[in-house]
C-alpha cells in the first residue's frame, strides 16, 4: 500500500529556511493531491498546503508569504519550503496524501523540526 | 476564511458509552467535513469523510453525520484502544481548516 516519508534536517536556525521532502512509496504521485501538516508541541493541527501532482498549489493565507510547496514526479517526491523560520515553527510536520475532497487518507510518520540557535 | 467551532475541547467517559463530538462551521461547507483520530506520538487517521463515509477498516462503532455548518460524531460503544484526540476538518475551496481537537479520555 502507498506510504509516505518525511525526510529533511531535525534542527533549522532562526531567519533560515525550512526544507522537508516527503517520499511516496507503494503507488504513484500522479492522480492526487498532498498535503503539509504540522503540529506544534502539545497543540492542534495546522494545514500548511497542498499540491497536485500537475503542480498547482494552495497555501494556508496566514502561512502564504513564506511556503513554497513542489513536486518532483520523477522522483515520487514532494516538497516544503518554509523561509525566515522562528522558534514558534517549531512543529512535528506531517505530508499527506489528499483525495478528491482533501480527506486525508495517507499520512507519513512526521518528522520533528526544532528552530532554534 | 472559514472557522471551525470543535466542541468539547476535552471529555471524560467510561467503556461503553456513547460519546459525541460536534464541529460547527462559520459558513456553509455542504458535507466537506471529515474527522480524525490521533493517538500520542501517532499521525492523525482518518475515520470518517465526506461527513458520514465510514473509512474502509475503520470499526462501525464510529460514525458521523450532519451538513451545511453543524455536524456530529458518534462513537456508539466507547473502548480502551479509543482514546485519541479528535479533529474535524473542513474543505471550503481551496482552503483547509482544522477543529481545535477534542481530547477523549477514560473515566
Known amino acids: 500500500q502507498v506510504q509516505l516519508q518525511e525526510s529533511g534536517p531535525g534542527l533549522v536556525k532562526p531567519s533560515e529556511t525550512l526544507s522537508l521532502t516527503c517520499t511516496v512509496s507503494?503507488?504513484?504521485?500522479?492522480?492526487?493531491?498532498w498535503s503539509w501538516i504540522r503540529q506544534p508541541p502539545g497543540k492542534g493541527l495546522e494545514w500548511i498546503g497542498y499540491?497536485?501532482?500537475?503542480?498547482?498549489?494552495n497555501y494556508n493565507p496566514s502561512l502564504k508569504s513564506r511556503v513554497t510547496i513542489s513536486v518532483d514526479t520523477s522522483k515520487n517526491q514532494f516538497s516544503l519550503k518554509l523561509s525566515s523560520v522562528t522558534a514558534a515553527d517549531t512543529a512535528v510536520y506531517y505530508c499527506?496524501?489528499?483525495?478528491?475532497?482533501?480527506?486525508?487518507?495517507?499520512w507519513g510518520k512526521g518528522t520533528t523540526v526544532t528552530v532554534s540557535s | 476564511d472559514i472557522q471551525m467551532t470543535q466542541s468539547p475541547s476535552s471529555l471524560s467517559a467510561s467503556v461503553g458509552d456513547r460519546v459525541t463530538i460536534t464541529c460547527q462551521a462559520s459558513?456553509?461547507?455542504?458535507?466537506?467535513l471529515n474527522w480524525y483520530q490521533q493517538k500520542p506520538g501517532k499521525a492523525p487517521k482518518l475515520l470518517i469523510y465526506?461527513?458520514?463515509n465510514l473509512e474502509t477498516g475503520v470499526p462501525s462503532r464510529f460514525s458521523g453525520s450532519g451538513s451545511g455548518t453543524d455536524f456530529t460524531f458518534t462513537i456508539s460503544s466507547l473502548q480502551p484502544e479509543d482514546i485519541a484526540t479528535y479533529y474535524c476538518q473542513q474543505y471550503d475551496n481551496p482552503l483547509i481548516t482544522f477543529g481545535q481537537g477534542t481530547r477523549l479520555e477514560i473515566k
Open positions: 499540491i497536485y501532482y500537475s503542480g498547482s498549489t
Open positions: 459558513q456553509d461547507i455542504s458535507n466537506y
Open positions: 465526506d461527513a458520514s
Open positions: 499527506a496524501r489528499c483525495r478528491r475532497f482533501l480527506d486525508m487518507d495517507v
Open positions: 507503494g503507488g504513484s504521485i500522479s492522480s492526487y493531491y
